[in-house]
Protein backbone atom coordinates (compact mmCIF):
# COMPACT_ATOMS: atom_id res chain seq x y z
CA UNK A 1 0.00 0.00 0.00
CA UNK A 2 2.78 2.50 0.60
CA UNK A 3 4.66 1.92 -1.62
CA UNK A 4 1.72 2.29 -4.22
CA UNK A 5 0.86 5.91 -2.59
CA UNK A 6 4.64 6.60 -2.94
CA UNK A 7 4.77 5.62 -6.75
CA UNK A 8 1.39 7.71 -7.10
CA UNK A 9 3.05 10.72 -5.99
CA UNK A 10 6.28 9.99 -7.85
CA UNK A 11 4.30 10.33 -11.00
CA UNK A 12 2.65 12.95 -10.01
CA UNK A 13 5.52 15.15 -9.41
CA UNK A 14 7.20 14.17 -12.88
CA UNK A 15 4.46 16.35 -14.10
CA UNK A 16 5.73 19.27 -12.49
CA UNK A 17 7.09 22.18 -13.97
CA UNK A 18 11.06 22.77 -12.69
CA UNK A 19 9.85 25.53 -10.38
CA UNK A 20 6.51 23.61 -9.04
CA UNK A 21 9.38 20.74 -8.37
CA UNK A 22 11.95 23.42 -7.08
CA UNK A 23 9.32 24.17 -4.32
CA UNK A 24 8.67 21.04 -3.77
CA UNK A 25 12.03 20.23 -2.33
CA UNK A 26 12.37 23.59 -0.22
CA UNK A 27 8.64 22.39 1.43
CA UNK A 28 10.40 19.37 2.54
CA UNK A 29 13.16 20.67 3.68
CA UNK A 30 11.34 23.50 5.41
CA UNK A 31 8.73 21.27 6.98
CA UNK A 32 11.68 18.96 7.90
CA UNK A 33 10.49 15.83 6.41
CA UNK A 34 13.50 15.57 4.93
CA UNK A 35 16.01 16.91 7.68
CA UNK A 36 19.60 17.17 6.68
CA UNK A 37 21.14 16.35 10.12
CA UNK A 38 24.09 14.11 11.51
CA UNK A 39 21.42 12.58 13.17
CA UNK A 40 19.45 11.09 10.31
CA UNK A 41 22.23 11.02 7.46
CA UNK A 42 25.69 10.08 6.76
CA UNK A 43 27.52 12.36 5.67
CA UNK A 44 27.81 10.49 2.33
CA UNK A 45 24.23 10.85 1.86
CA UNK A 46 24.17 14.81 3.00
CA UNK A 47 26.21 15.53 0.63
CA UNK A 48 24.25 13.28 -1.93
CA UNK A 49 21.35 14.73 -1.14
CA UNK A 50 22.86 18.50 -1.40
CA UNK A 51 24.25 18.07 -4.28
CA UNK A 52 20.62 16.36 -5.61
CA UNK A 53 19.06 19.87 -4.31
CA UNK A 54 21.42 21.87 -6.32
CA UNK A 55 20.25 19.91 -9.33
CA UNK A 56 16.95 20.09 -8.43
CA UNK A 57 17.64 23.98 -8.37
CA UNK A 58 18.48 23.70 -11.83
CA UNK A 59 15.20 22.50 -12.63
CA UNK A 60 16.55 18.89 -13.18
CA UNK A 61 14.55 16.61 -12.08
CA UNK A 62 16.78 13.85 -9.60
CA UNK A 63 15.79 10.14 -9.77
CA UNK A 64 17.36 9.05 -6.42
CA UNK A 65 17.85 5.46 -7.90
CA UNK A 66 19.44 6.65 -11.03
CA UNK A 67 21.55 9.12 -9.43
CA UNK A 68 22.94 6.98 -6.97
CA UNK A 69 24.04 4.63 -9.86
CA UNK A 70 25.73 7.54 -11.48
CA UNK A 71 27.79 8.59 -8.51
CA UNK A 72 28.59 4.28 -8.02
CA UNK A 73 27.01 4.66 -4.53
Known amino acids: ?6 KQV ?6 FSPAEKIELFKALFNEKLI ?5 HFTEDEINEIKTAQQEVTHGEWVDFD ?7 L
Open 1 to 6: MALSRV
Open 10 to 15: VEQIKT
Open 35 to 39: PIDKE
Open 66 to 72: EFRKKLD
